[in-house]
């Protein structure tokens, strides 16, 4: 039998750019230093990701079979061929029916909800996570993560002890899984693609940076180009600046390994457009601004007022300049799409979470299953809450903020080339995955599992 590998290899070298683990005064960082104190989960923090890297680098090697007459089993337990198949097919009906139990639970959970019976929506929670286990199939993972503040004190326990391992969790999940490298990729494409010859210098507004791994290739080209680069980063949170600082020196280091002087910023938005007001730039400065929201890599969600804010600024700065919008969303659905009542909603979020959680389920191999509890608690869970959809349903119902601001810009159509390499990138036609595009005229490209959309990627001028 063959090990599992990687369903995923980068489009570009990210061990490069994490492996960075130097501060700034030159020493090495210990990420492993905090092991969890709890007697169940002690042993599945740092170790399992610790796998998992491994698990990553390590070549596809044999791994013996276990011989079929390695089994002895006595004749009361020995079964002839009719009796396994039926066995088998009644573990199929019985979880089948226990998976479309809960699913109508849910249901009935939503329906609940948008008819205000709070009483009701409890008792069903109630009976739904018991009902459900954290080692269960998908379905049952993912409704014990919607009630996970309310019910499931478990899971937001490993979720506390899985941010004790997120630099080693962040790395294993961005490089097995495509949903970030996809909306990079693709929104860098269109970035670097409308970088007029004649501009000398490109100046990137970053919604959300992050760990800062969509810009290590955008620093090699614009290095490669002979132009000069600014990163200016959003401020959203109070807590940013600690991490700021080391985003900043990881990147500028990358950046200086290839002769590129690059200048990284921190600014909040009212800040920026106060900077930016009246301002001409000419054709010498070309700008983006680029927005990466809800993608599971991120591991948290950001308000569609906060989306929204940026993306009018951006509209308003670029009237009167040269540049170009990528926005990436890994929230399909919930802030653009028109939901009349909260239990479509809910379903549709709900398709959309189990793909998620399928695609994750097979991108890891059997005997990792505790690194995929931990991974899908830290960079799932996070967007799965029937109480936070809810609020954005009723967000929604009164916002048409999307619709307004993407109606008075104009669509960049994605490349054939960005298309291809896309499909490359997910090994499209190997796996469930695939890639399409959409939009006004095809300025939108959208990654999906077995038909259901996971990530969409716009770009706009």
């Given amino acids: 039998m063959m090990q599992s590998e990687p369903m995923f290899q980068p489009s570009w070298p990210v061990h490069s750019y994490f492996d960075s683990t130097l501060g700034q005064d030159g020493q090495n960082i210990d990420f492993s230093t905090c092991e969890a104190d709890h007697e169940f989960y002690s042993p599945i923090t740092m170790n399992v990701f610790d796998d998992v890297c491994k698990w990553l680098c390590d070549d596809v090697q044999e791994m013996e079979e276990i011989p079929t007459d390695s089994y002895e089993m006595s004749p009361s337990m020995s079964m002839n061929s009719s009796d396994v198949c039926a066995s088998s097919m009644v573990n199929d009906v019985m979880e089948t029916d226990s998976q479309m139990e809960i699913e109508n639970l849910l249901m009935a959970?939503?329906?609940?909800?948008?008819?205000?019976?709070?009483?009701?929506?409890?008792?069903?929670?109630?009976?739904?996570?018991?009902?459900?286990?954290p080692v269960g199939p998908v379905l049952e993972r993912l409704a014990l993560d919607l009630f996970r503040y309310d019910e499931n004190q478990e899971k937001d326990y490993i979720f506390q002890e899985s941010l004790r391992s997120f630099k080693t969790a962040f790395r294993a999940f961005y490089e097995i899984f495509p949903y970030g490298r996809f909306a990079h990729f693709t929104a860098n494409s269109a970035i670097l693609e409308s970088i007029p010859a004649n501009a000398d210098s490109v100046h990137i507004v970053d919604f959300?940076?992050?760990?800062?791994?969509?810009?290590?290739?955008?620093?090699e080209a614009i290095a490669r180009s002979k132009k000069t680069l600014i990163i200016t980063s959003i401020k959203l949170d109070e807590d940013q600046d600690s991490q700021f600082d080391q985003k900043r020196w990881e990147l500028c280091n990358y950046a200086r390994s290839f002769d590129l002087n690059l200048k990284v910023q921190e600014m909040g938005m009212s800040q920026l457009v106060k900077k930016m007001d009246g301002r001409k730039l000419g054709t010498k400065e070309f700008l983006v601004f680029n927005c990466m929201v809800g993608l599971p890599h991120m591991g948290k969600t950001r308000t569609t007022n906060q989306v929204l804010d940026f993306l009018k600024s951006a509209k308003f700065?670029?009237?009167?300049?040269?540049?170009?919008?990528?926005?990436?969303?890994?929230?399909?659905?919930?802030?653009?799409?028109?939901?009349?009542?909260?239990?479509?909603?809910?379903?549709?979020?709900?398709?959309?979470?189990?793909?998620?959680?399928?695609?994750?389920?097979?991108?890891?191999?059997?005997?990792?299953?505790?690194?995929?509890?931990?991974?899908?608690?830290?960079?799932?869970?996070?967007?799965?809450?029937?109480?936070?959809?809810?609020?954005?349903?009723?967000?929604?119902?009164?916002?048409?903020?999307?619709?307004?601001?993407?109606?008075?810009?104009?669509?960049?159509?994605?490349?054939?080339?960005?298309?291809?390499?896309?499909?490359?990138?997910?090994?499209?036609?190997?796996?469930?995955?695939?890639?399409?595009?959409?939009?006004?005229?095809?300025?939108?490209?959208?990654?999906?599992?077995?038909?259901?959309?996971?990530?969409?990627?716009?770009?706009?001028?």
């Fill in 109 to 133: 959970h939503a329906e609940a909800m948008s008819l205000d019976q709070k009483e009701l929506a409890r008792v069903i929670q109630r009976c739904v996570c018991q009902k459900a286990s």
């Fill in 317 to 461: 700065i670029l009237a009167e300049n040269k540049g170009i919008i990528t926005f990436g969303d890994g929230e399909q659905g919930e802030r653009t799409g028109n939901h009349s009542d909260f239990p479509s909603f809910f379903h549709k979020n709900l398709a959309h979470y189990k793909a998620f959680y399928d695609s994750m389920e097979r991108g890891f191999p059997s005997y990792l299953n505790e690194a995929r509890l931990l991974t899908e608690t830290l960079f799932l869970a996070p967007f799965v809450s029937s109480k936070s959809w809810f609020e954005k349903w009723e967000e929604q119902r009164t916002n048409n903020g999307f619709r307004e601001v993407s109606g008075l810009l104009k669509g960049v159509k994605m490349s054939r080339e960005s298309l291809n390499e896309a499909r490359e990138l997910v090994k499209e036609g190997e796996s469930p995955y695939g890639i399409r595009t959409e939009g006004e005229n095809g300025n939108e490209m959208v990654l999906e599992w077995s038909g259901i959309p996971l990530v969409k990627v716009s770009a706009w001028v």
């Fill in 208 to 219: 959300d940076l992050c760990e800062g791994s969509q810009w290590p290739p955008v620093i």
